[in-house]
């Protein structure tokens, strides 16, 4: 996936201050309307990824797979596999040659090969749907790119603000985008050719297109010379160093890859279990039900992740989340079994609440209990264990729902009960960085 979920992850190439002299041109530099315009194109660009998140697993079903799943699960994890290696890349380039040429060679790629994904559906081509999906993950490396370019442009006192509206862009994307692929099948002429239908992949392209015309037109660059950015690797040893030998870092980095990796059990084999003969979810029910995943995660962070944080410990809320993501797993074994939609739908609301509570509080211990002169390659390893866990949770998830549907949920609870038993012991003694009292 482009991000596993819409919740903000932290910046790998996250810069100081923008200073307030003009750009060497001599034009000032860009002004916080900036971003505006780094939202909306994130925004559009996601909506095409949202679009195609949901039919992707089914369409490839219907091509031809074997009968363990795994062409599945590498073609689910072949996204964030090529995000994971190309996000440092990207950012290095941009620190050289600029945010916007590389923001705009990600909106040109992802333009590219959304439309390409069209085609693959039309050819029925399982080498075509690997061939664009590798291709969109390569041009999605762009986002920390946008990051880096909010931190460009907003001081340090507003930058959790901006870097706030990435995490927004996800959330709207992952609402808006199934419902716009909703639409975009309603140019199927009968229900025999929804399961070839270019249409998503056509709007997708599209939408990314549009996204590419508008930074063309009003996003000004950002990065002036001399500006110094941190540099981030997907393997800094020395970054790995620091994040192990933090007290309690381990355990909260742990608890995050088990939180990841479990979520994409949910996440990747939802079509399958919605096209199964216990549901029979036609296409278009399948794009409605994400979007109802989206706004539902919209919904629990803007509304109860924030009115409990500063009430509530991280380490509370992110042992909450931990239960009531196995609450949620449980309830979704069953819901599996009984064919039930509305049940479906509640375990569902469930699950989703669950991960948005564990997500933000781990991200904030991370930063809460690593040294400022260390924290950005810190933050940058936290970012890096989330991007593995969403190329390792397909792998688990999908072939183990190819023998079992209720399998993926039930070794999700497993790998989740061990990983809160490890927080509770090791993280929850942990305690800010300079401070000597434990939580």
Request: with cysteine.
């Amino acid at each position: 996936m482009r991000q596993s979920s819409p919740i903000q992850e932290p910046n790998p190439y996250q810069a100081s201050a923008a200073p307030t002299e003009p750009t060497a041109s001599g034009q000032p530099p860009p002004s916080r309307g900036s971003l505006v315009v780094i939202f909306l194109t994130v925004f559009i660009d996601l909506l095409g990824f949202g679009m195609v998140l949901p039919l992707l697993p089914i369409y490839a079903k219907s091509f031809g797979v074997g009968e363990h799943g795994w062409e599945i699960a590498l073609l689910m994890s072949s996204f964030s596999a090529m995000t994971f290696v190309c996000s440092p890349l990207w950012g290095r380039l941009s620190d050289r040659v600029g945010r916007r040429p590389v923001i705009l060679i990600g909106l040109f790629g992802s333009a590219v090969f959304y439309a390409l994904f069209g085609l693959a559906t039309l050819w029925q081509s399982l080498t075509w749907l690997f061939i664009t999906r590798i291709g969109a993950g390569i041009a999605s490396g762009t986002i920390p790119t946008a990051q880096a370019y909010i931190a460009d442009v907003t001081s340090v006192k507003t930058r959790a603000k901006g870097m706030a509206l990435i995490g927004a862009a996800f959330g709207l994307g992952f609402t808006f985008g199934p419902l716009i692929g909703w639409a975009a099948l309603a140019f199927s002429k009968s229900e025999s050719e929804l399961g070839t239908s270019p249409w998503p992949g056509y709007a997708a392209a599209g939408l990314s297109g549009l996204a590419c015309l508008l930074a063309l037109a009003l996003l000004p660059e950002s990065l002036r010379p001399g500006r110094h950015t941190e540099r981030h690797t997907a393997f800094d040893l020395r970054a790995w160093a620091d994040a192990l030998a933090t007290r309690s870092l381990p355990a909260v980095l742990l608890t995050s890859f088990v939180s990841v990796v479990s979520f994409g059990a949910y996440e990747t084999t939802l079509s399958l279990l919605l096209k199964s003969s216990a549901f029979g979810f036609t296409f278009q029910n399948v794009l409605l039900f994400f979007a109802f995943i989206g706004f539902t995660l919209s919904m629990a962070q803007g509304l109860l992740v924030r009115r409990l944080a500063g009430k509530v410990s991280e380490v509370a809320m992110a042992s909450a989340g931990a239960v009531v993501t196995m609450l949620g797993f449980v309830l979704l074994s069953f819901a599996s079994q009984s064919g039930s939609v509305w049940f479906l739908v509640v375990s569902s609301a469930v699950e989703v609440t669950g991960f948005s509570l564990m997500t933000p509080s781990l991200q904030s211990l991370v930063s809460r209990r690593s040294d400022p002169a260390k924290q950005g390659g810190i933050l940058g390893v936290s970012q890096s264990v989330s991007a593995l866990a969403r190329v390792v949770g397909p792998l688990i998830a999908v072939p183990l729902f190819f023998r079992q549907p209720t399998l993926p949920y039930w070794t999700a609870i497993a790998m989740m009960a061990g990983a809160l038993a490890i927080f509770l012991a090791l993280a929850r003694h942990g305690r800010d960085y300079g401070t000597a009292t434990a939580e």
